[in-house]
DNA sequence: CGTCCACAGGAATGACGGGCGG
DNA sequence: CCGCCCGTCATTCCTGTGGACG
């Protein structure tokens, strides 16, 4: 899209909503200028990183903290903010960034790297290793420096294994020209357990933690979004602090505080309010619950679906279930589809999923005479439960029967 | 106070389909 | 393009266990 296309569109969008002046702010990959409590990551990161400026290779570092703290938008503003300075100290600084839950194979992240010294790699046609050679070719004819972040990269290393991140912390070795740096980025704090151990010792040469945020933190970064988002005087007294302890509640995700507030926005707008007020963050609330349990429910094998109206149906009635009734009940739905029942055991294994996934709370528990089971509630509304399980036709069938 | 229920959940193994490397 | 490997879903067999009941 062409720059006044963009514009266009803003303005538009400002003339014609009630509420918005700007929402992209509210989007989850949007960098601030500012970042609210994160000046010591910032600082550190700064501080590992300034080597750089003076041609010396900084070191690794591995990033972790969970979902929602900042890990991302600091690394990238660190980065944007070294790689002007950079630009006017006359220093060439590559700075590649790649995100490997998009692109999730080795072959995918190299083709990211090549990009970035300039180098175009076929889409397909050549090896790993031939991809692998080139690029490291391309860099050191650059003689530059490289700092390649990876970011969610234990989906990278959970699919592919850690081999190409081994490769790039001993990249220098084989390079004479250029240098290069990684930035490793997860939320998943055992995901270091499983690393190759020299992998581990070399690209947690400096380890950064992100510490979750509190509820009065989780405000002032709402309140400096919403500031840009709003048009002034739209959002009510206690909206921002709604907000803010709903997802201090949820391990301290500013993602899920910052998805709050623009869903809210835009449920407001939808009605035609001028003002966005607590219950259009209730309501968002809800929708965004709604939306999760729609995709994760519809993205679940057969039985997966099977167990999960089975475990429906029984707390409905009793309000909760423990494994025993949930697969005698499931066994009875799939003879009514005349298809075959999984054993036990993987219903067992397809509950814990459940569970994982926050659709189900499954807690082990003992009876003691009467044995040791799950007892098993409801971790979503059942209205959506029903609604996302509805869009199976397998289960369609069985919801008409039951009328 | 020991039993024994009703499962939890680990380990080994297999069928199957899709994607990778050569 | 083809074989191989890997992830996913599933089975079989198994050992482990908290606590109410007798």
Do not use: W
Request: hydrophobic share 40%; glycine share 6%; net charge neutral.
């Amino acid at each position: 899209m062409k720059a006044s296309d963009v514009l266009e569109e803003v303005f538009a969008q400002a003339l014609s909503s009630k509420i918005f002046v700007n929402r992209e702010v509210l989007r989850p990959d949007y960098i601030p200028d500012q970042l609210p409590h994160r000046e010591e990551q910032i600082a550190k990161l700064g501080s590992i990183l300034a080597p750089a400026l003076r041609g010396y290779r900084p070191s690794n570092v591995f990033i972790y903290g969970l979902t929602g703290t900042g890990k991302t938008a600091v690394t990238k503003f660190v980065l944007k903010k070294l790689k002007s300075k950079a630009l006017e100290l006359g220093t060439s600084i590559d700075v590649c960034y790649v995100n490997t839950r998009q692109d999730d194979t080795t072959y995918r992240v190299i083709f990211r790297l090549a990009e970035c010294v300039g180098l175009k790699l076929p889409f397909t046609g050549i090896s790993t290793a031939e991809a692998y050679r080139r690029f490291m070719k391309a860099l050191d004819s650059r003689a530059t420096l490289m700092i390649v972040v990876l970011d969610e990269i234990d989906f990278l290393v959970k699919k592919h294994g850690d081999e190409l991140l081994y490769r790039l912390t001993r990249a220098n070795e084989e390079l004479s020209l250029s240098k290069i740096s990684v930035i490793g980025i997860t939320n998943d704090l055992k995901f270091v357990d499983n690393l190759d151990p020299r992998v581990r010792s070399s690209l947690g040469e400096v380890e950064l933690v992100f510490p979750p945020y509190n509820a009065s933190q989780l405000e002032d970064i709402l309140n400096d979004r919403a500031r840009l988002a709003f048009r002034p005087g739209v959002v009510r007294d206690g909206v921002i602090s709604l907000c803010a302890a709903l997802a201090a509640r949820e391990h301290g995700d500013a993602r899920r505080a910052l998805d709050l507030l623009r869903v809210a926005g835009e449920i407001a707008e939808r009605e035609g309010a001028d003002y966005v007020g607590v219950e259009h963050v209730y309501k968002a609330r809800t929708e965004i619950e709604h939306d999760r349990v729609v995709e994760v429910v519809s993205s679940l094998p057969l039985h997966g679906k099977l167990v999960l109206l089975a475990i429906y149906n029984i707390v409905r009635s009793r309000g909760k279930a423990t494994t025993g009734e949930v697969y005698a009940h499931y066994k009875s739905l799939c003879t009514k589809l005349n298809i075959e029942s999984v054993t036990q055991r993987r219903v067992s294994d397809i509950i814990s999923e459940l569970d994982m996934m926050g659709i189900v709370n499954a807690r082990v528990v003992s009876r003691g005479r009467y044995g040791k089971t799950r007892i098993i509630t409801l971790a979503v509304s059942e209205e959506s439960l029903l609604t996302a399980l509805k869009e199976d036709p397998y289960v369609e069938v069985l919801l008409d029967r039951s009328r």
